[in-house]
C-alpha cells in the first residue's frame, strides 16, 4: 500500500478507535506502579552505591600505601668509579678527559690515508667501554671489590694506549709518506 491510501485509512478509521473510557482512578494507578518502579530501582542503585563507597576507600588506600613503599624503595644505582671515594673520583675525571683529549688529537689527524686504522682504533675504544659498563655493574654488586676497581682503572689504561698508539701509527705513516715524496722529487 501506498502511504497516502494509509493516511487516508486512518483518517477514515479517527474517531473509531476512541470507543472505551478507562476505568475510575486508572490515572492515579498508573501513576502509583510508575513511581513504586522508580523508587525500587533508586534503591537498588543506592544500595550498590553504598556497598562500593568503603570498598573504594579501601582500594584507595591499598594504592596510595603500595606507591609509598615503592618510592621509598632504594633504587639499586648502578655506581662508578667516582662513586667509589673523592681519590677514584679525581682519577676517573683525568683519565675521561685525558681520552677526551687524545679523541680529539686522533680526529683532528683523520684523512683518506688514515681513516681504516681510526675506524679499527674507535671499534676498540668501543668495546673497552661496554666493557666499563659491566664492570660497573659488577662494582655495584661486589661491593667496591678491589679486583673490579683495579679492572675499571685498567680499561681506562687501555683505551688511552690504543689512541696513543694509533696516533703514533698515524705519525709514523705521515713520517713514510713524506721521506716517500722526498726521494721521488729527488729522483
Known sequence: MNKDKIDKLFDDLKDGFDVEEPNSGHSKRFLDKL??????????????????????????????????????????????LASVS????????????TISEELKKLESKSNPETKVLINDALIQIKKLEINYENLKIDLTKSGDDSRVIFAMIKNFQNRIDILQNTLEHIENIKNLNRISNESNSNI
Do not use: C, Y
Open 86 to 97: 673523592p681519590e677514584m673520583e679525581k682519577t676517573q675525571s683525568f683519565f675521561t678527559s
Open 35 to 80: 513511581n513504586a518502579q522508580k523508587t525500587s530501582k533508586v534503591s537498588k542503585v543506592s544500595k550498590r552505591i553504598q556497598l562500593w563507597k568503603p570498598m573504594a576507600g579501601i582500594a584507595a588506600t591499598l594504592l596510595l600505601v603500595l606507591t609509598l613503599v615503592l618510592a621509598n624503595k632504594p633504587q639499586n644505582k648502578v655506581r662508578d
